[in-house]
């Protein structure tokens, strides 16, 4: 499958790692205890940053689904580095196909910064399996848009250096459902040596909808922190 990720992973990942840092507490946290018997499935998992900050604080067997091949590929170098390839399940099919191939009882499910990029019929189907696939007690996180915006946010800029280069990416969301972005490399003279448009469609997706999508399920919604979403599965009594 072409995603629209497979030409962008090279500029996209390098300005992620402020997103994850924010997350790092709450992963811990959430997964920390849970041990090597446990499965935690990590849904659009990128370049494997997730994946990566899970198999630090969990012994857990994780499975990673990702349809980007590019993105799919970054993960498994990322993976094979660390040592830890025999312990992840790599999943390149995409939601909702690949919802066929996750396992009906799991101990964990991440989704991170990626629940925009589904229309609401797939991201109802997602929710409905996290629902009927945590284990008593378990818990998902899921990062959401902090409310629902109907007006124009002010563009963000982010710049990394990379070498004698700046990667610069701004990006701009815009309502309703459409995000506008622009990667750029930038030379010591200042001049824009690559360029790449990074739109997409994104839908704002709130803890509101999460609630809604899985009432009558013995399940909990909390939003632990601003962005973020928590589904807990109910202890058996
Ligand atoms: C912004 S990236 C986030 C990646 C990773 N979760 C992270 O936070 O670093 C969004 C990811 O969602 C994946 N994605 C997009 N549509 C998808 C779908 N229908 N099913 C599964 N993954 C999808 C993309 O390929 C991409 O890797």
Redesign the pocket.
């Known amino acids: 499958m072409d ?1 629209h ?1 497979d030409s962008r992973a090279e500029y ?2 390098i300005h ?1 790692h402020g ?2 840092d924010r997350l790092r507490d709450l992963v811990r946290d959430t997964f920390g205890g849970i041990g090597s018997d446990g499965v935690i499935v990590d ?5 494997g ?2 994946t990566l900050m899970l198999s630090g604080c969990t012994d857990a067997e994780i499975i990673a ?4 091949t590019t ?1 799919r590929a970054m993960m498994m170098a990322r993976l094979d580095t660390l040592g830890i390839l025999e312990r992840v399940t790599v999943i390149p099919e ?2 909702p196909e ?1 919802l066929r191939d996750l396992p009906g009882r799991v101990d964990g499910v991440i989704v ?3 629940l925009g ?2 229309a609401e019929a ?1 991201r109802n189907g997602l929710f409905e399996w996290i629902a009927t696939s945590l284990a008593p007690g378990r818990t998902a996180l899921l990062t959401v848009s902090a409310e629902p915006s109907t007006e124009d946010t002010e563009p963000v800029v982010q710049e990394r250096a990379v070498g004698r280069h700046l990667y610069r990416l701004t990006s701009h969301m815009q309502a309703p459902g459409r995000y506008e972005g622009l990667f750029e490399v930038i030379d010591r003279q200042r001049r824009v040596v690559r360029s790449l448009d990074d739109a997409t469609s994104w839908h704002a997706v709130t803890v509101a909808d999460i609630r809604t999508a899985v009432a009558g399920h013995n399940v909990q919604v909390t939003e632990p922190q601003p962005g973020v979403a928590q589904i807990s599965a109910m202890a058996m009594s």
Request: proline share 7%.
């Open positions: 995603s990720y996209h990942e992620m997103a994850w849904v659009g998992a990128g370049s940053l997730g689904l990702e349809p980007s993105m995409p939601l690949g991170a910064h990626m990029h589904l797939e």
